[in-house]
């Protein structure tokens, strides 16, 4: 029995190659093994808890099915959709609502963490774990692949979940979670985690010149001969070219003390892995986009629609 995988794809800014090697690529080799059937979907009705532009929402849906196509998801293997284009979220998000309570909502982690950076304390905001929760029951998902973060909303699904199963019967599975562990910590040009906050990033479809400013502007300590943070940044991506440590080593060796050289061969190095990719995503128009969408939307309903029919039964509105 092939395992159905589900996750939901949330807009997270420019890509910088620790979001592809952290989270991007590790979700996209799941989603290329044959024994799994796997959907992705672009939680555009989550993005409104906390986004209110309708023009950046736009872009941003654009740009994410964009940056996993370009990232190596096959449409025709992965059901690609948008979560507003299958109203059977709201409504099994609605019956969850009626099931948990207010103090339940209130210890989640994720929502105590919003608030306190300031975003307004919506109501959809702190109902978000119980759409979530729908997305996931949905499909009979077994399996939710999610960074660290999310793991407390699988666990508010499974007891979503339970709570249906103990009123109306046992009609929803219990999904797992599955933490997708990247290749840990990328750095950035700081030698701190990569991150959009810190702005030490190196884009992920930037251009060659790009690339090349952001490397150039990687911090070189001083001590030894080998500048430890271009070093730390080279090997994640000679992993990526399928080459060893050694090979690196041997690199900085022949190469030691002498940082420019070091850093022109990891641009070339960083645009051996990128640069195809950047290309892919280049030729990807909306229309095409915009194609993949409906086409996941029919084969998402496919699996939704009878499911939403047993719930209904089981709830009392179907009549
Ligand atoms: P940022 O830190 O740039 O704001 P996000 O918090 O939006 O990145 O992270 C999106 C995903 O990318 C998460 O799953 C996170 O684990 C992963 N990620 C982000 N930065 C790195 C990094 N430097 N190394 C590895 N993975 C990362
Ligand atoms: N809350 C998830 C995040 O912030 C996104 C998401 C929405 C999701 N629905 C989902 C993830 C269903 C997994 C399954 O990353």
């Given at each position: 029995m092939k395992k159905r995988i589900l996750t939901g794809l949330q807009a997270s800014g420019t890509l910088h190659i620790g979001n592809y090697f952290g989270a991007l690529k590790p979700l996209v080799d799941l989603t290329n093994q044959d024994d799994n059937e796997v959907l992705l979907m672009v939680a555009d009705y989550h993005a409104i808890t906390s986004l209110k532009d309708a023009t950046e929402l736009k872009t941003n849906i654009y740009n994410i099915v964009r940056d996993y196509l370009a990232a190596g998801v096959d449409p025709k293997k992965v059901i690609l959709f948008r979560?507003?284009?299958?109203?059977d979220h709201m409504e099994l998000g609605w019956i969850f609502n009626c099931l948990v309570t207010v103090p339940f909502l209130m210890q989640a982690h994720s929502y105590k963490d919003k608030v306190a950076k300031g975003l307004e304390p919506n109501a959809g905001l702190f109902t978000y774990p119980m759409l979530m929760a729908a997305d996931i029951a949905l499909y009979n998902t077994d399996i939710v692949p999610v960074g660290e973060d999310q793991r407390q909303h699988i666990e508010y699904t499974r007891e979503a979940v339970t709570k249906f199963n103990n009123a109306y019967g046992k009609t929803l599975k219990e999904p797992k979670e599955l933490v997708v562990a990247g290749v840990g910590i990328v750095p950035g040009t700081d030698g701190q985690k990569m991150s959009k906050s810190y702005k030490n990033t190196i884009p992920l479809f930037g251009t060659r010149e790009e690339i090349q400013k952001a490397v150039m502007s990687i911090v070189t300590d001083?001590?030894?001969?080998?500048p430890l943070n271009v070093y730390n940044i080279h090997h994640v991506i000679y992993r990526a070219l399928g080459k060893s440590q050694d090979e690196l080593d041997a690199l900085y060796h022949e190469h030691a003390g002498k940082y420019k050289a070091l850093k022109d061969i990891l641009v070339d190095d960083i645009e051996t892995v990128i640069g195809p990719m950047r290309a892919k995503r280049e030729l990807i128009t909306d229309d095409e986009i915009r194609a993949v969408l409906a086409d996941g939307a029919i084969r998402a309903k496919a699996i939704s629609n009878p499911m939403i029919e047993k719930i209904r039964k089981a709830v009392g509105i179907a009549l």
């Open positions: 979560q507003s284009d299958n109203q001083s001590s030894g001969d080998r």
